[in-house]
């Protein structure tokens, strides 16, 4: 039975940067995909960054240029670098890992909080 834990959330001001990590227990996070999505109270949940098995990452227009996703396959680990923070980037952010393509499942992390203070 695998689990996701996101670590690295928290109060920040804004222009400030943090650095969060989705590690893994249980669970390949070199197989398949990785996702962050965050999650704002009274809002649609939004995929802000994924990256693919073969490493070819992807981020949203709204963090563009500010947020950056990686592996550090040696943690087994998937980190979403937060440069720039803004006070709208506050809100509950996850990772998911698809582990469909192999023959699994999705898995879901609690969540980490980020609040960027203006």
């Known amino acids: 039975q695998g689990s996701l834990m996101e670590i690295g959330g928290g109060l920040v001001q804004a222009g400030g940067s943090l650095r969060l990590s989705c590690e893994a227990s249980?669970?390949?996070?070199?197989?398949?995909?990785v996702h962050w999505y965050r999650q704002i109270p009274g809002r649609q949940r939004e995929l802000v960054a994924d990256?693919?098995?073969?490493?070819?990452?992807w981020v949203a227009d709204s963090v563009k240029g500010r947020f950056t996703i990686g592996r550090d396959n040696s943690k087994n680990a998937v980190f979403l670098q937060m440069n720039g923070l803004k006070p709208e980037d506050t809100g509950r952010y996850l990772c998911?890992?698809?582990?469909?393509?192999?023959?699994?499942?999705?898995?879901w992390g609690p969540g980490t909080q980020v609040t960027v203070s203006s």
């Open positions: 998911i890992s698809d582990q469909r393509p192999v023959g699994g499942r999705e898995y």
């Open positions: 249980g669970i390949d996070l070199s197989i398949g995909g």
């Open positions: 990256i693919d098995g073969r490493g070819r990452g």
